[in-house]
């Protein structure tokens, strides 16, 4: 289910598009071929975190022409050099290729950065590898890349909040950015001595106490993530909050109300997937964290792993219904790379089965729907055929 959008060419709510070829700045190299390409490009690439309508960039560049300037982010987005969002309105955002493609730009004008910004432009750190092999690609976190400013914020022990669908990276993010990590895994099912520790049995009879990944995050100044906190029963949270505050201490009931003192470099980071059932963010654990961070998938890293541009168009419809409440359900970059892994394995048809096949019953229609639409194959969930 999908929203119907304006028609390609026709930018609402901003300055009529006039019609003819892009114009230069009377007085600015008039008449060099390309000129106003590079304004654009130039100035999407100095605010590289905003997502801007054609008249306001129309405006800051001080083109005659938002038809002009509209042509040339088009010809930016068909090269994979920004991202074209509809929601109604036509609005642009620079992709990591546009800002590397800018970075190689003859300048236009003057250059100034947005606030904040600090000396040369920043190249894309290399991919960082995960535990289990794989790599995650940095994104772009304030002043610099995702994994980087983790770290800072560790080193302030500002605890960040995590949020966003399961399957947007996440985990993998917190993973790339701290070898060190110790996680507990959140569920309905979770207890305090998940946190703290257990007695376990061991060989020969008898028991021993095994302390917990927060006992030993706390000693070892390592850092402790806690994944899908808002499934953990709110009173078993709790044994966190001391182990946060100004105090760095908690105490152990089960081991004759033993202590552990956080030492330097512990450092707790929680996930949160709002629309999961049966999450709950309480107050107490919300103000316990300084940075809630949306964490949300990134269409462009997944074009350049390979999901084809159709099926990724798919995807983001998908997301902007399920953000409107038309739909329950939405594949995120985490589907997406095993889409690509069937399709190389059993075909395009069947990855484009089984990916509308994974959907929840209630969201495989949608999902049906749109891949079929941005494909223009009829897809049914995949399925064994006859002998």
Same mark, same amino acid.
């Given at each position: ?63 005659? @022409? ?47 950065? @947005? @606030?904040? @910004? ?26 610099? *890349? ?152 990134? *269409? ?28 329950? *359900?939405? #594949? ?27 959907? #929840? ?27």
């Amino acid at each position: 289910m999908t929203t119907p959008h304006p028609p390609a060419g026709s930018p609402q709510n901003d300055p009529a598009p006039t019609s003819g070829a892009a114009t230069p700045t009377t007085g600015e190299g008039s008449g060099r071929s390309g000129y106003l390409y590079r304004k654009v490009a130039l100035h999407l690439a100095d605010h590289p975190d905003q997502i801007l309508k054609v008249g306001e960039i129309t405006r800051a560049i001080g083109a005659p @022409s938002s038809g002009a300037v509209f042509e040339a982010l088009k010809k930016m987005a068909a090269a994979g050099h920004a991202t074209h969002h509809r929601d109604p309105h036509h609005r642009f955002q620079i992709t990591q290729d546009g800002i590397d493609a800018a970075g190689a730009l003859p300048p236009a004008a003057p250059r100034t950065r @947005s @606030s904040g @910004s600090s000396g040369g432009r920043q190249s894309r750190p290399a991919p960082v590898p995960r535990p289990n092999g794989t790599l995650y690609h940095p994104r772009r976190l304030g002043k610099g *890349w995702d994994v980087e400013e983790l770290r800072r914020l560790r080193a302030q022990q500002v605890p960040v909040l995590l949020y966003g669908p399961p399957g947007t990276g996440k985990t993998a993010m917190v993973e790339a950015a701290f070898p060190d990590l110790l996680t507990v895994a959140g569920t309905g099912d979770t207890v305090v001595d998940d946190f703290l520790g257990s007695y376990n049995p061991v060989p020969g009879g008898g028991y021993e106490f095994v302390h917990g990944p927060l006992v030993i995050a706390m000693r070892e100044g390592r850092v402790l993530l806690v994944d899908d906190a808002t499934l953990i029963p709110p009173r078993v949270l709790a044994v966190l909050y001391p182990a946060m505050d100004g105090r760095g201490i908690v105490t152990i009931p089960a081991h004759g109300n033993e202590t552990a003192q956080a030492v330097d470099g512990f450092y707790i980071v929680a996930g949160h997937n709002p629309g999961v059932h049966g999450a709950v963010l309480t107050e107490a654990l919300a103000s316990r964290f300084t940075v809630h961070l949306h964490v949300t998938t990134d *269409w462009d890293l997944a074009r350049q792993l390979g999901v084809p541009r159709p099926v990724v168009a798919a995807a983001m419809d998908l997301n902007a219904d399920l953000a409107a409440g038309k739909t329950v *359900w939405a #594949p995120q970059l985490r589907e997406l790379l095993g889409f690509v892994k069937v399709r190389d394995q059993l075909g395009m048809s069947a990855a484009l089965a089984n990916l509308a096949g994974i959907a #929840p019953e209630d969201a495989r229609d949608d999902v049906t729907a749109a891949l079929s639409r941005h494909t223009g194959t009829p897809i049914t969930a995949l399925a064994l055929g006859k002998r």
